[in-house]
């Protein structure tokens, strides 16, 4: 990501629209030598590059083109989750960027060192491993020293892993992981959960909170 302190940043930055689900675009700045990646650590389905130029110029343009569009720089993990197992097909994924990406380019205001590049979707959707996947039941809360977690990896979006597990479709955000050490589980089940659960919906008896 830019950092806003560093003002002075030579490298060229391009400014993105990144689709997470219907009605859920937003719009942001990434270094170009970075190219995709930072797309598919927020676990964008889909997505298209704006434009390219100077640091300043395009966080200016991400700036403008919020405000034009009425597109967040942020959309909330939880959001992105819910809405995985119910996607739209192929085409019509990248429609909105398609609208979107129009609306910007015909926008006044772009600086002048910010070149406009032309819409060509990408689409992570087999990337992640989207196909087919579950409703989500649930979302580990927290790591707990002594707890496992063991399932069926069946997509990986971002941070997220979606897990088949023994209370059902659960995702860990590996953002919880930073700080644990981790270590092979012994003697459990592939499918044990014995850390809290933020239970979504009924999943199959299991109550809710520590298992």
Known sequence: MAADTVADDPR??????AWFGPGMVKVGITAVERGSARLLEQGAVCFSWLGCGPL?????????????????DRIPYADKRAVRAALPE?????AELVELHARAVALDGWPESLERLPCRPV???EVFGLAGLPGVDGAVSELVAGGAVGGEVLAVAGPDLHLATEGGAVVLDTRLMTGWELTAAEGAGREVLTVPVRWM???GGVQDELF
């Open 12 to 17: 060229p930055y391009h400014v993105y629209l």
């Open 56 to 72: 300043m110029a395009a966080r200016r343009t991400e700036e403008v083109l919020r405000a034009a569009l009425r597109v967040p």
């Open 90 to 94: 192929a085409g019509e994924r990248g």
């Open 123 to 125: 689409d992570h959707h």
């Open 201 to 203: 919906r009924s999943s």
